[in-house]
Each structure stands twice: as C-alpha cells, then as structure tokens.
T-cell receptor
Framework: GAVVSQHPSRVICKSGTSVKIECRSLDFQATTMFWYRQFPKQSLMLMATSNEGSKATYEQGVEKDKFLINHASLTLSTLTVTSAHPEDSSFYIC???????????FGSGTRLTVV | QKEVEQDPGPLSVPEGAIVSLNCTYSNSAFQYFMWYRQYSRKGPELLMYTYSSGNKEDGRFTAQVDKSSKYISLFIRDSQPSDSATYLCAMRPTYNQGGKLIFGQGTELSVKP
C-alpha cells in the first residue's frame, strides 16, 4: 500500500531556532500534500495545502512566514517552523494525495517540543 | 455549526461488543466519505472509503452512508483490545476544494479485555 514517510518523529528544540519536518511519498507521486497540526485529544487542524511547484495555500489564522512549506517535487514536501516558541509545541502530521488514485495517505507525525 | 459533527466520546466497551461510531454533516455536496483510525502519537490510517450512499464491508468493519439524512456510520464487530484508538470520520465534496478533507472531532474508543 501507499506509504508516507515523515521525519523526524520527535524533535526537541530551543526557543528561537528553526525546525524542518520532511514528508515523503515512498511509492507514489503526490501532486498535493497537506500539513496538519493536532493538539491532545483534538482532531486534525489543517494548516496548509501545497501543490507541487507552486506556493502553499494557508488556512485562515496560520502564519505563512512562521510555517514555511516547500513542495519542490512530486514526492517531497517540507514544513519549516521558523523561530519556534513553546506555543508551537504540538503534533504535526502530513498527508499526501496520490495523483493517480486520489487516495490520501498520512505520515506518522512529528512531535515537536520547544523548550 | 461545524460542517462535520462527531461525538468525541470517550466510548468504552467490553471485548467482543459491536461498536457503532457516527458522524453527521451539513454540506450536501459531500460525496467521498472516509473513516480513519489513529493510535496514540501516530498518524491516521485509512480504514474505510465510500463514495456516495450505501454500505461497504471489510472484515469486521462496515461503513454506511445515508446521504438523505447526512449521516455516516462505522460498525466494528467482535471488537478487540487492539481496536482501542481514536476514530475520525472525514469527507469531501466532488468539486475540488483543493482536495482537502473535512474531519470530525474524532471518537476515542477503548475496548476492555
């Protein structure tokens, strides 16, 4: 089946530093990737939608300068949390949409802790 | 009013019970319906996928969609402790809203041995 690899699975960083999270579709091409944020015992909150080769579309209230998204190829998207602060601590999940089957596959998530 | 409503639970059942999970929605344009299972600190995994109305069965899982009532269900037969997880319904319309899915709040299920 379709597999999405998300790295790192867990990261601890100091306040003020930047963190990059990678999302790769391993056995399919993804024209569209989605980035979510999830708080404990809550549902997924869509942050942005990225299409290969174009700028990401951010949801209302999401700071595009803080959460930089790059989707340079059909198999890779990255989320960079810039100048991270403790309030950015959360569980971040990516999802890739197969360009052929239109199926959605999720990564295993990244637990970000900013200290 | 949220586009998709799902009882967050938590729901606790004994092993072997039949579990019924439900979502209601307000957008009549929704045509694609999915159920995801999410274990703690993991990404969601697709359980069932249904297009438009009807039933779909896969092993112990049955998904039902009633578009006239804007109501979808997931039934789990002979529930097992390994089914303990959060279950999320998700849906999207036929027309392209960027392809993004609309999720319910998720129902936390615990199956006790």
């Amino acid at each position: 089946g379709a597999v999405v690899s998300q790295h790192p699975s867990r990261v601890i960083c100091k306040s003020g530093t930047s963190v990059k999270i990678e999302c790769r579709s391993l056995d399919f091409q993804a024209t569209t990737m989605f980035w979510y944020r999830q708080f404990p015992k809550q549902s997924l909150m869509l942050m942005a939608t990225s299409n290969e080769g174009s700028k990401a579309t951010y949801e209302q209230g999401v700071e595009k300068d803080k959460f930089l998204i790059n989707h340079a190829s059909l198999t890779l998207s990255t989320l960079t949390v810039t100048s991270a602060h403790p309030e950015d601590s959360s569980f971040y999940i990516c999802s890739a949409r197969d360009r052929v089957t239109y199926g959605y596959t999720f990564g295993s998530g990244t637990r970000l802790t900013v200290v | 009013q949220k586009e998709v409503e799902q009882d967050p639970g938590p729901l606790s059942v004994p092993e072997g019970a039949i579990v019924s999970l439900n979502c209601t929605y307000s957008n009549s344009a929704f045509q694609y319906f999915m159920w995801y299972r999410q274990y703690s600190r993991k990404g969601p995994e697709l359980l069932m996928y249904t297009y438009s109305s009807g039933n779909k069965e896969d092993g112990r899982f049955t998904a039902q969609v009633d578009k006239s009532s804007k109501y979808i269900s997931l039934f789990i037969r002979d529930s097992q402790p390994s089914d303990s997880a959060t279950y999320l319904c998700a849906m999207r319309p036929t027309y392209n809203q960027g392809g993004k899915l609309i999720f319910g709040q998720g129902t936390e299920l615990s199956v006790k041995p």
